[in-house]
Nanobody, 118 residues
Framework: QVQLVESGGGLVQAGGSETLSCSAS????????MGWYRQAPGQERKFVAA????????YYADSVQGRFTITGDNAKNAVYLQMNSLKPEDTAVYYC???????????WGKGTLVTVSS
């Protein structure tokens, strides 16, 4: 129905940068809230960042505030996460989501692994 596919990630050195991308396709809509969560080994999935449907508002977890930047492209139905000053504790599987009010639910990608080496 709705598919989200993440790209980017991999092995990054501490202090380095990486950009994650996520594109939505299928029976989706434009101008939707999108964002990112992450799940570290042995931990629950946690919020990272989100961007409002208009793109005017962004939200960040305290742990990434000032280091990560979320942007969106409504024309491409995509969202991006620029990650700077990466730390080993940022190591996790990063999941993209898109909330579609018409369906009353969020859709998720399969995730992409980011490993930050010290």
């Amino acid at each position: 129905q709705v598919q989200l596919v993440e790209s980017g990630g991999g092995l990054v050195q501490a202090g380095g940068s990486e950009t994650l991308s996520c594109s939505a396709s299928g029976r989706t809509f434009s101008l939707l809230s999108m964002g990112w969560y992450r799940q570290a080994p042995g931990q629950e999935r946690k919020f990272v960042a989100a961007i409002s449907a208009s793109g005017d508002n962004t939200y960040y977890a305290d742990s990434v505030q000032g280091r990560f930047t979320i942007t969106g492209d409504n024309a491409k139905n995509a969202v991006y996460l620029q990650m700077n000053s990466l730390k080993p504790e940022d190591t996790a599987v990063y999941y993209c989501y898109q909330y579609i009010p018409y369906y009353g639910r969020a859709y998720w990608g399969k995730g992409t692994l980011v490993t930050v080496s010290s």
